[in-house]
T-cell receptor, first 116, second 111 residues
């Protein structure tokens, strides 16, 4: 597609259930990012994939959070045993790297997760 | 990687006025990017300034970079109500490095 696509756009889940959030980056982009944004707050970095390198997972808040990127394209963020504090908008972005320098990141519209 | 800190946290101006937002960072950078976010959804890239550039323009936007002070500013001239949004800077230290964001500046442009 032309841009970064995230699905679902909204997700309501019961506390304790697992959820999967999907991100389709722009074709050919080697870098993929996941962020979390709580209401009125800044973007909290979660995880970063760059090409075939090991992902930077330093932002994942707990072992209930995991992400994978299959075939260097689609990524899935999984939250196990969801808690109410996991409620937030989850944003995905992708970018390319040219000549050792990074280019702009393109963001999806996010998935609004509500844990009830 | 590093995170930029935007200042002020909130800014309210009248339509037609100029808006200036600042960003400070801690270590040497390759480039610094500015983004806008409307209504708490996806961010939109505004402008990228490289470490060897001092000023860059794009329409009503003007970005400056002072690497000696480790700071950048974003100026929006002749603001419009549609410029109401949150603005974030993202300093980037190297090719392929992750982007991290601060808490942003919330700009409100009133009619």
């Amino acid at each position: 597609g032309a841009g970064v696509s995230q699905s679902p756009s909204n997700k309501v889940t019961e506390k304790g259930k697992d959820v999967e959030l999907r991100c389709d980056p722009i074709s050919g982009h080697t870098a993929l990012y996941w962020y979390r944004q709580s209401l009125g707050q800044g973007l909290e970095f979660l995880i970063y994939f760059q090409g075939n390198s090991a992902p930077d997972k330093s932002g994942l808040p707990s072992d209930r959070f995991s992400a994978e990127r299959t075939g260097g394209s689609v990524s899935t963020l999984t939250i196990q045993r969801t808690q109410q504090e996991d409620s937030a908008v989850y944003l995905c972005a992708s970018s390319s790297t040219i000549g050792g320098g990074s280019t702009e990141a393109f963001f999806g519209q996010g998935t609004r997760l509500t844990v009830v | 990687s590093q995170q930029g800190e935007e200042d002020p946290q909130a800014l309210s101006i009248q339509e037609g006025e100029n808006a200036t937002m600042n960003c400070s960072y801690k270590t040497s950078i390759n480039n610094l990017q500015w983004y806008r976010q409307n209504s708490g959804r996806g961010l939109v890239h505004l402008i990228l300034i490289r470490s060897n550039e001092r000023e860059k323009h794009s329409g009503r936007l003007r970005v400056t970079l002072d690497t000696s002070k480790k700071s950048s500013s974003l100026l929006i001239t002749a603001s419009r109500a549609a410029d109401t949004a949150s603005y974030f800077c993202a300093p980037q230290t190297g090719g392929g490095n992750k982007l991290t964001f601060g808490t942003g500046t919330q700009l409100k442009v009133e009619l």
